[in-house]
């Protein structure tokens, strides 16, 4: 089958590549519907790359990358709004020996340089097992690091062995209302990116301020406090596919914004990317009983899995969460040599 190489000028301002990465995203895997050009031009406008399609015309993947510099080394590496979730759409019904061509591809190897970084991104992403084979037989070597274990609550799993939340959650999460409801009335309300409104990023960013988060040196990794990566979330809502992925759930006791959730809705999976409450309401485990709310209302619309990011503070696997995927950082490196000169400073040493 007759293939063909296309640059990738701007993700953002050129037509032409935002139209091939919205047409790969929208033939890729579900678990890859939201790599369009809205979510990599939101945070790297700047973005370029290299992309194959067939000769019919068909866009089959895109590689949108920006420059960093890692140590002495100016490496490409795949962009993307948030991380883990730094990787690229293939098409679904792409083939090995095409994407193996694509690697192969003196143009490729041109545009991506003889180091590139995918990364960080979940061992479970449709593009890594594939990407890593073909990059192998390809010639180039893969240097793996693993940097934690994504937490997941299987919600067909629970809800397939009776009512979930159990009878004695329920009535805990009852009673933590009511106590709640004695420092003024509970609320709740859910939105997308579609009917989000600054007052609700207003209140996500107030719960942010005043949670042990916020607290932290710089403002700790805040979601919406953090006035540039709220404005990377309110770029990606003005993407119309992404805007429909956009989920949020928050809480308020009386007029106070007391907790709230953030995260995507891909398919049947659930991405959680933040959760916090404000701690003058912890007492009464404000965070907890919202995420109960959230989970419940989500797996009542068809959401099978929670996917909860690294790190487990306790809460996630006393909800029900397992361990599930690694989350690992890929480098490519050409000629081999390199690789073997590289292995134990990109095994060994943090590298953000």
Known sequence: MLVELFLLDSVELGAGAALALNAIAAAALPAQRFLTAGWFAAAAPESRGVGMRRSSGEPLAAIPTVARKLGPFTVREVSGSYWPYRS???????????????????RVRAALGPLWRMGPVYGDDPTVARLTRAAQDSGWAVLRRNLGTCFELDLAALRAQGPWPR??????????????????????????????????????????AN???????????????????????????????????????????????AAFTFGLEV???????????????????????????DFERAAALGIERISWGSGDAGYKSAMGAQPGPPILDLLFVRPRALALALRPIWTHHAVS
């Open 88 to 106: 690229f759409p293939i098409a679904a019904d792409m083939t090995d020996g095409e994407l193996s061509m694509m690697m192969r591809d003196r």
């Open 167 to 208: 009878s004695p959650t329920m009535r805990k999460n009852r009673w933590r209302e009511n106590r709640l409801a004695e420092l003024g009335p509970v609320a709740y309300r859910f939105r997308t990116g579609v009917d989000w409104s600054d007052e609700d990023r207003d209140a996500m960013a107030s719960v942010e």
């Open 211 to 257: 949670s042990w988060v916020g607290g932290l040196d710089k403002g700790g990794n805040t979601k919406f406090l953090d006035a540039d990566c709220r404005r990377n979330w309110e770029r990606m809502a003005e993407d119309p596919v992404l805007a429909d992925m956009i989920r949020c759930s928050i809480m308020t006791v009386g007029e106070t914004p």
């Open 267 to 293: 398919g049947k999976v659930r991405y959680t990317i933040a959760n916090a409450y404000d701690e003058r309401f912890g007492r009464h485990s404000a965070g907890k009983l919202l995420l109960y709310k």
